[in-house]
């Protein structure tokens, strides 16, 4: 079964931000198959590059340790069409990736509000390691 996590539970991987402990712990216990996508790539790469060359040495490294999502045209078109109709477009963009894994997805990980509630909508189990 997959975690697709998006790019607010990423970033707590490589800064340290609340909550990012709980997360880590998850994620090094069990061994959860998580999946990213190339919107987290370009979200969290972007959030990096503000933050300082470090910063970014050190998202592309964490980026290169979890499998990827390629949002293919059937992902941008759901995410175009998808419920709620006020859902702002990357987190319609998170949501259709989500939905791409069909049976296979197990939870979504995130701590955006919006997303989440999306997900609750869509019956997709949220975790966001406290």
Known sequence: ???YMD???FMKLVLREDHSDALITWVESGSP?????????AE?????????PQIVV??????????????????????????????????ALHLSVAL????????????DKRLTEACTAY???VLAPV
């Open 1 to 3: 079964m997959i975690h």
């Open 7 to 9: 790019s607010s539970a």
């Open 33 to 41: 198959d998580i999946a990213l996508s190339e919107l987290v790539v």
């Open 44 to 52: 969290c790469l972007r959030t990096a590059r503000r933050l300082g």
């Open 58 to 91: 050190e998202t592309r490294a964490a980026l290169a340790s979890f499998r990827m999502r390629t949002m293919n045209a059937e992902i941008w078109r759901w995410a175009g069409e998808i419920d709620p109709h006020s859902l702002r477009t990357l987190d």
């Open 100 to 111: 791409s894994f069909g049976a296979h997805l197990e939870s979504v990980v995130t701590y």
């Open 123 to 125: 019956g997709i189990r």
